[in-house]
């Protein structure tokens, strides 16, 4: 890229004429800017085929290239006395009248401050008469911890063998990572029970007896439904990705369907990092008087992730070019996000065979596999997680360096629009709590452009152009971010 000619924005270069005439293009930027025809673009968007698909939303109704920036080494105590940041707080957790065993917890897992959400939502959170709460903050920044001190500070310890607190999550994985947090941050509480309700962890006929429940919908409905589960003294009702919970036609019914049968006074929580309009809606009639905190769009992406992207030959080529990128993928852990089941297993047998090692997840493996083989990816015995949008929310892997994009996230009927959430989410595995990465999107073809450059309006990003030509430079780029192992402060712009 220092040699190439810095090229105006994507949205200045696929709206203006191209101020030359040019020869036939080198790439689908090039293409794309020079026809400048949305038509064009909406004819290829009726060509996907039909497959396997996780994760998939259904629908309810200043971009531009900049060079790489050299490596900055901040400490977190730095980004967290930054106004700006989104994990700057002028309190301590003390200050926000959490309790004593609670706090242990907090400090046990190295927590020194609360993040900005924290800060602002505790206080609400904690307060008497328990009100409900619709909270955003961007992927990364500790919405777990201040629904999970919310929740044990709710509980009533006098009853243990009785359920008070359901916190819903759209996959088992991330319903077990949360089960997780409430286990490190409550291990000072005494008498806490946990219990997770994911398919194949409650067996048939037994009965739920812990106060804290995390699961899914569908298996929590089940439960339900068989009496397995008493919900009839729920203090508080906790939706992580919210906005996908209710979004998602059957998730959205499920959820629904759990809330009639819980008390009416139950305090309804509702987190995650995007809540679209549409979906705003839904969210305050489903918590009603709520306390919220949203965010501005272009106060949505996180700083630390270096968002960049390549222009491949083909969507065949793709495989090539990821190839490439391999031994940059496993300085960290990486995670590649494809849109089927079927190219998930597609380009792991491929790489395997290459030589390469990578793992690959989605919702076509059974429920333990799934388990044991994020662990291993959490462990960092496997580096390169292959997997599909099933995994794209929520998942907490501090070592994720790098996130590809292999397929744009699209969403609606035969994928004819962007699916902005997802890529933000999807991006969000990297870049934890203050923590750098690199999120590579993979474009090809005039959809797979136009989707990138839609998204990238949308949140006013700016997006850095890997050339696949160059592939020293390439790494130099990639690699001086990952390196360095904070986000630059002043690069912030939340
Ligand atoms: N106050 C804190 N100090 C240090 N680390 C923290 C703090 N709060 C949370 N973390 C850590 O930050 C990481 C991200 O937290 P968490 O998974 O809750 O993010 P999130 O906001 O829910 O993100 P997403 O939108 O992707 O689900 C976790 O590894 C968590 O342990």
Request: hydrophobic fraction near 40%; proline fraction near 5%.
């Amino acid at each position: 890229m220092s040699d190439a000619p810095k090229p105006a924005s994507l949205a200045d270069r696929i709206t203006q004429p191209a101020a030359a005439p040019t020869t036939s293009p080198a790439t689908w930027d090039e293409e794309v800017s020079s026809a400048a025809d949305p038509a064009a673009a909406k004819d290829d968007s009726a060509t996907a085929d039909q497959g396997q698909v996780d994760g998939q939303v259904e629908p309810l109704g200043g971009s531009g290239l900049h060079e790489a920036t050299e490596e900055v080494e901040v400490k977190l105590s730095d980004l967290q006395s930054d106004t700006a940041n989104p994990l700057y707080s002028a309190q301590s957790f003390e200050e926000l009248g959490i309790n004593e065993q609670i706090l242990k917890g907090i400090y046990s897992m190295n927590f020194k401050k609360p993040s900005k959400i924290q800060e602002r939502a505790l206080p609400l959170l904690l307060s008497d008469p328990p009100r409900n709460m619709i909270a955003q903050s961007q992927s990364g920044t500790g919405k777990t911890a201040a629904f999970v001190i919310t929740i044990l500070s709710r509980l009533d310890y006098s009853k243990p063998n009785q359920p008070q607190a359901l916190c819903l999550a759209p996959s088992r994985e991330l319903a077990r990572q949360i089960e997780g947090v409430v286990r490190s941050i409550g291990q000072f509480v005494d008498g806490l029970t946990i219990q997770a309700a994911v398919p194949g962890a409650v067996e048939r006929g037994a009965r739920l007896q812990a106060m804290v429940v995390v699961g899914t919908p569908g298996t929590v409905m089940d439960l339900l439904k068989r009496r397995q589960f008493d919900a009839s003294q729920m203090k508080v009702l906790c939706l992580d990705e919210a906005d996908n919970m209710l979004d998602q036609q059957g998730l959205g019914d499920q959820c629904l369907r759990v809330k009639q049968l819980i008390p009416g006074q139950t305090q309804i929580l509702l987190f995650s990092a995007t809540f679209p309009d549409m979906v705003m809606r839904y969210a305050e009639q489903f918590s009603p008087n709520a306390n919220q905190i949203k965010l501005k769009r272009d106060e949505l992406t996180v700083s630390g992730i270096k968002q960049m992207y390549m222009d491949c030959p083909s969507d065949d080529g793709k495989y090539d070019i990821l190839a490439n990128l391999y031994g940059l993928m496993t300085i960290g852990s990486s995670i590649i996000f494809v849109k089927r089941r079927e190219t998930a297993d597609k380009i792991a047998a491929r790489l395997i065979q290459d030589g390469h090692q990578v793992v690959a997840v989605h919702g076509a493996f059974e429920g333990s596999e799934r388990d044991s083989i994020l662990e291993r990816f959490r462990l960092g015995q496997a580096k390169v997680l292959i997997t599909t949008n099933v995994l794209a929310r929520g998942i907490d892997v501090q070592s994720v360096s790098m996130v590809i994009n292999y397929d744009i996230p699209m969403k609606g009927r035969s994928d004819s629009e962007p699916d902005a959430e997802t890529y933000l989410h999807r991006i969000g595995r990297t870049g934890r709590f203050g923590r750098v990465g690199v999120s590579i999107s993979f474009v090809f073809d005039r959809k797979s452009f136009v989707g990138l450059q839609t998204i990238a309006e949308h949140y006013g990003i700016d997006l850095i152009r890997l050339d696949t030509d160059d592939w020293d430079n390439t790494e130099s780029v990639v690699k001086n971010v990952i390196k360095s192992s904070r986000a630059p402060i002043n690069m912030t712009n939340n």
